[in-house]
Structure formats: C-alpha cells, structure tokens
C-alpha cells in the first residue's frame, strides 16, 4: 500500500508537486496519468526515497518514505524512466550483480527466477546490447523485482517500446497485480484504461481527478452533452429544444443534434424527451454523446495557465535545457 499525503517538492523556485494525496491499494495496478512535465517522475522517486519531499508525508510498505527511507528501499522495486543497465553484462550477470549489490540471498537462484516472470528465460545468457528494447525494459523490470518487493514503482515502463513490446509489458504488470500494489505511470491514457484497476490523474503538481477508468467516465458523463435524432425536420426540432430552460445550447452536427446541458447536474433529458412525445415527433436515438477517458483527459489537463504561470513555464523551460544537459552527459559516460 502506498499513501501519500500533501506531499510537495520544489526545485529551487518551481513547485513541480503541489500538495498531493493519493492512495494505491495491496493487488491493484494504480495508473499515475499525467502529460508530460506533471510531476510523475518527481513524486515516484520522492516514493522510493530517493529524493527527499519539501513538505508532506508518504507511507510505502508501512514506512515513512522519509523517516524510514532504508526500510522502504528494501520493499519497494523500482523501475526508473531509464534504466541504468551493463550493456556487456549478459541478463543472468546483470541481475547476479544487482542481487549481490542489495544483499539478495541465493542470487543464482533469484536472477532466474525473475528472469522466468518477465519471460526471458531464453535470453538469460545474451549480452544486454544484443537485447531489444522490449527485452531491457523486461530486463529492468526484473531487477525491480529481485528482492520481492511488496511495492512496484514503474515510471512510463512502455515508453519507446514498438507496439508488440508494449503489449508484453503490460501483460507482466498485469500479472504483477496479484501479489503486489503497483504504481504505473504513463502518459498514455489508453493505456492507464487498459493496465489499471485505479487511476490518479495529475496535472501541473495537482490531483484533477481520481477514480477507477468506469468511474471517471461514468463522472463525466452525468454533466455531458446529449445526442438526439429524430425524424421530423432538423431546424423545427431544434428551435423546440432551445426552448427547454434547462438546456444552454444546440447544434447540429454529422451524427445529429448535440444539445448541451446548462447545468452539470441536471439531466435535460426527460424535458427533451417529453418535447419531442409532445409534438409526436418519431424518435431515433437520444443518448449521451460517447464520452472516451481520451476526452476526459483532454478537458482534466487543458493549459488553464494565468501570466504569472506562463512565465514559471518559461522559467521550467529554461531549467529544464539545463537539466537535460546535465543528464546527456551523465548517460555518455554511465550507460555505454
Ligand atoms: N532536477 C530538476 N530540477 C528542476 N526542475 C525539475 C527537475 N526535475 C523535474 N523538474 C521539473 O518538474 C516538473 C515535473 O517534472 P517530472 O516530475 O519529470 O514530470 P513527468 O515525469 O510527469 O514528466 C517539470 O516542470 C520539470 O521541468
Ligand atoms: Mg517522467
């Protein structure tokens, strides 16, 4: 279990996680959902004690990430935005080594054995460099897992991989959910849809929305827009329906009319429905217009920046060229 609470990191003037709380449940996968920039990275190291949080408090495996960073270490795997693999290790050697580095009992034994739970058992004796980049992702899946860990903190595990590789990813995390609580951060929100029980969705530093993947649907839907087809003439009905108080807006578009709702939680479409029993008009369809998680997270993350937010942008912007810098020379000299 992981619970977070008002958790907050600044770098040096920029806030990059605003107070956030959250919890990912024992046996579930929790998408942490955000574009880029939101904050993701920053809070799961803050969540493996890598990083120490400005303000607030974390709970992982029963520890506080910050009092207890060491008794959180040994419970939680953790599978960073790039892994920092030996590429002349073959896979067996590399997790041997991570094994011995953490103190891992039996590593032979281990190393195989999480080489068979991500599915590359065949490949245990090939160089890393030979690998694919499906397979290195497997391969550092597996180093998160040698130690059992009850925690698993995966930051965008997909990214970069070609679509087979991405489905072989998901279905290892999938099968990881029985035994663990998972962490899963994407920016892909088909994704999140498709791999998690839970969803924590983050914008700018802030929690916009939280819930299962039929939950926040099922939010969004309450307040949306209604698709109605009928088959009397397309303008009479609409001036009808203009006319309903508890309608703010119609238009007409391929699928049919679209009516908006003037307020969130009201449903117009009882009124709808009763004008167009009144004027005997023969009814095709009238539903809610489809809403997909894709929307949802369109209108959740939509830029809502005031000026003085623009010119922190500008500011992270500038930073981050810096810290990209920094990080490529890094990669020069400890990846290769
Ligand atoms: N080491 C750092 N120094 C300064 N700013 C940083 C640093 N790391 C991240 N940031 C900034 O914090 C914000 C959140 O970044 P990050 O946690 O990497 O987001 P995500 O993983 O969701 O893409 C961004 O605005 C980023 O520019
Ligand atoms: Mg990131």
New binding site residues.
């Given amino acids: 279990m992981i619970e977070v609470q008002n958790l907050v990191k600044k ?2 003037e ?1 806030t ?1 996680v605003k107070g956030i709380s959250f919890v990912a449940k024992t046996g579930q996968v929790t998408g942490f959902l ?10 799961m190291r803050m969540l493996t004690g890598f990083m120490p949080p400005t303000a607030g408090k974390a709970i992982v495996a029963g520890y506080d990430v910050f009092e207890q960073s060491m008794e959180v270490r040994k419970r939680v795997g953790y599978l960073p ?1 790039s892994v920092p693999l030996y590429r002349d290790m073959t896979a067996r050697g590399y997790l041997q080594y991570m094994g011995e580095i953490r103190g891992v009992n039996g590593t032979r034994q281990k190393a195989a054995e999480v080489l068979e739970r991500v599915g590359l058992t065949s490949r245990a004796n090939s160089r890393i460099r030979t690998l694919s980049k499906g397979m290195r992702q497997r391969v550092g899946l597996a180093q998160a897992l040698l130690h059992d860990p009850e925690v698993l903190i995966l ?1 965008e595990p997909t990214i970069g991989l070609d679509p087979i590789q991405v489905l072989e990813i998901r279905d290892v995390v999938r099968q990881l959910r029985e035994a663990h609580t998972v962490l899963f ?1 994407t ?1 892909i929100l088909s994704e999140a849809e498709q791999v998690c029980d839970n969803l924590v969705i ?1 914008n700018q ?1 802030t929690i916009v929305a939280e819930g299962s993947p039929a939950q926040l649907r099922a939010e969004l839907e309450r307040g949306g827009r209604i698709l109605v087809r009928t088959e009397a003439p397309t303008e009479t009905v609409m001036e009808a329906l203009r006319s309903i108080p508890t309608v703010a807006h119609v238009e007409q578009t391929v699928e049919g009319i679209v009516v908006t709702p003037r307020d969130v939680s009201v449903d117009p479409r009882p009124q709808i429905a009763q004008v167009i029993v009144q004027n005997n008009w023969r009814l095709i369809e009238l539903r809610p217009l489809a809403v997909n998680l894709e929307e949802i997270f369109l209108e959740l993350t939509r830029q809502t920046a005031t000026p003085e937010e623009e010119e922190e942008k500008v500011k ?1 912007i500038a ?2 060229n810096a ?1 990209s810098v920094i990080s490529e020379t890094e990669e020069g000299s400890t990846h290769e």
């Fill in positions: 770098y040096g920029v990059a955000g574009p880029n920039g939101a904050g993701k990275t920053t809070t935005e930051d951060s920016h983050i530093g992270h930073d981050e810290v």
